[in-house]
């Protein structure tokens, strides 16, 4: 059985209802979850964590079912984009904040070797709120990661810095990540992310799982128009006609485009053309 | 003005042989051990409530919202009129009297009628305080083993402080003051539940201006030491 198992959630808060999410990670897996905005990716994000009670369906971390277990029972460790630092404790206590509930030597050490790692080990005596954006997010991996947790979930962790800021923290993010045998969810709004840290994709739209799959599956087989333009194709509409060669014609207003897809005679069709898959020549 | 007139027009030989009379001493130390009294349990209610309001979706919330919310609207008068019906005419009466308690024109009453003026505002300010925590700090602190208690006290509490200490100074500013509730409830007896309210209103009655004037200043002495001092308490916090 895999590792983190999601098997028909449904959660309703409010008017919003997650429907139906089902999909299985193994350990080590990389998931990043896309989507547009108000899809509900936070709140499978904090129903995975426990803070949502879901009204169907379970949720299995290593065989055990723990749909109904306390947050603090879980081990998931959880990062906000808005960081979420206690405001009242050092750099030092917040990282301290979760393994001081843990019976575990060397406290310290390990504080600082995880400090070190993320850089942030000159910053550990200060408060939150005279650190930058970036060394806030970078105290609440640190955070996060300390305690190991069997499952880290990001919610858009670097949507709040600066771009050069994002680059450099995702490039700590993968260096730490590498290092150990964590299996992560990460919700982002940067197509980039996916490519640069993930190996699994999922799409969220509406409080339906849209697909799931690899990422080069969600990006060059996208199962919709809607996926297809959200992962950054161009949409085009056009009729399917017979080819010889035993591939499908597309007529775009005469232009013909050929594809291994097949579909009906005559039927109207979408297609969705990648940007690495338009070559252009110089004359 | 007016309260520049309270300390202008009497005599101050008057004012200082007042103050160290009996009925002076009683009514200040009553006051004082009933407004902590009710600012303490009110306290206890306003924080487990607010914080309910303020997290958790339940069945009635509106409910329990607008019945809290009421006596801020009641004239103190009706307030203490229901009071007194709840506790001196019910069913309630009797369970309480079972358990050796009476609020009907007791000290004990002035305790319970302070209570139930203040608690409104007191849940009020909590809920607003805890409104503006982010709920998400709570929510990392479990996800790193802290149960829900242990979230409340390590994040919540300290966080509250503030609100808290403006919480505690309305709720004894309130409990101090009142007059109507505590009145109709634990009846204005000379000498025996006589708060400093009380002893405006008994003294003007008699027409004895002197000591109502001096209850009034001595009130208004207790309520800006009491600002005073949590004030003193929020800075040290
Ligand atoms: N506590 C709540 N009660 C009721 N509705 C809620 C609650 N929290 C979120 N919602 C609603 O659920 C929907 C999904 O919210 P969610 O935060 O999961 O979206 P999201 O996919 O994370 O969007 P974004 O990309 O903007 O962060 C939204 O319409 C939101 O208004
Ligand atoms: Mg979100």
Redesign the pocket.
């Known amino acids: 059985m895999s590792f983190l198992r999601i098997d028909n959630l449904h959660i309703s808060?409010?008017?919003?209802y997650?429907k139906d999410v089902s999909f299985t990670l193994e350990k080590r897996d990389y998931l990043i979850?896309i989507?547009?905005?108000?899809?509900?990716?936070?709140?499978?994000?904090?129903s995975i964590v426990g803070f949502?009670k879901p009204q169907k369906g379970s949720i299995y971390l290593e065989k055990v079912d723990i749909t109904n277990e306390l947050p603090e029972k879980r081990n998931i460790g959880i990062v906000y984009?808005d960081y979420v630092l206690l405001p009242h404790f050092t750099v030092f206590d917040n990282i301290a904040y979760g393994l001081k509930k843990k019976k575990c030597c060397q406290k310290e050490s390990k504080i600082r070797e995880m400090a070190c790692m993320l850089n942030i080990d000159h910053l550990l005596h200060r408060r939150p709120d005279t650190l930058s954006g970036g060394e806030q997010q970078r105290v609440a991996l640190a955070r996060a990661l300390v305690v190991d947790p069997k499952l880290l979930l990001m919610?858009?962790p670097f949507s709040a810095l600066d771009p050069q800021t994002g680059r450099e923290t995702r490039q700590l993010l993968k260096r730490v990540i590498s290092k150990s045998d964590i299996t992560v969810i990460h919700?982002s709004?940067d197509l980039n992310d996916a490519w640069a840290l993930a190996n699994k994709t999922a799409v969220?739209r509406e409080?339906a799982l849209l697909q799931f799959g690899k990422v080069d599956e969600i990006f060059n087989r996208p199962r919709s128009a809607f996926i297809a333009n959200f992962v950054g194709a161009t949409i085009l509409h056009g009729t399917a006609e017979k080819n010889g060669n035993g591939l499908t014609s597309v007529n775009i207003d005469g232009v013909k485009l050929a594809s291994i897809d097949s579909a009906i005679n005559g039927s109207d069709v979408t297609v969705a053309i990648r940007p690495e898959n338009i070559i252009v020549l110089k004359k | 003005m007016a309260i520049a007139s309270l300390f202008v027009v009497p005599s101050w030989d008057d004012v200082r042989h007042n103050i160290w009379s009996e009925e002076m001493r009683f009514s200040l130390k009553l006051s004082l051990i009933t407004g902590i009294t009710s600012t303490i349990l009110v306290m206890l209610f306003a924080l487990p409530i607010g914080y309910a309001l303020s997290r958790f979706?339940f069945w009635g919330k509106g409910l329990v919202k607008t019945v809290i919310d009421m006596p801020i609207a009641f004239p103190e008068l009706v307030l203490g009129l229901c009071l007194l019906l709840l506790f001196g005419s019910t069913i309630l009466r009797d369970i309480l009297a079972s358990a050796g308690i009476n609020f009907v024109f007791t000290k004990k009453g002035i305790v319970a009628a302070q209570f139930f003026t203040a608690l409104p505002y007191a849940i009020r300010i909590m809920k607003s305080t805890f409104d503006y925590i982010n709920p998400r700090l709570e929510f990392v602190s479990r996800s790193l083993g802290y149960s829900m208690f242990e979230t409340f006290k390590n994040i919540s509490l300290p966080l509250a402080k503030n609100g808290i200490v403006a919480s505690m100074v309305i709720s004894f500013a309130r409990c101090i003051g009142t007059f109507g509730t505590v009145l109709i409830l634990a009846g204005g007896s000379y000498m025996k539940t006589e708060i400093l309210p009380i002893t405006l209103y008994l003294n003007i009655s008699y027409g004895n201006m002197g000591m109502a004037l001096t209850s009034g200043i001595v009130l208004m002495i207790v309520s800006f030491l009491a600002i005073f001092v949590f004030e003193k308490a929020e800075v040290s916090l």
Not at chain 1, 13 to 16: C, R, V
Not at chain 1, 36 to 41: H, L, N, R, V
């Open positions: 808060l409010g008017d919003f997650l979850i989507g547009p905005t108000g899809a509900g990716k936070t709140i499978l994000l904090e949502w984009q919610d858009e919700i709004h969220l409080g | 979706r």
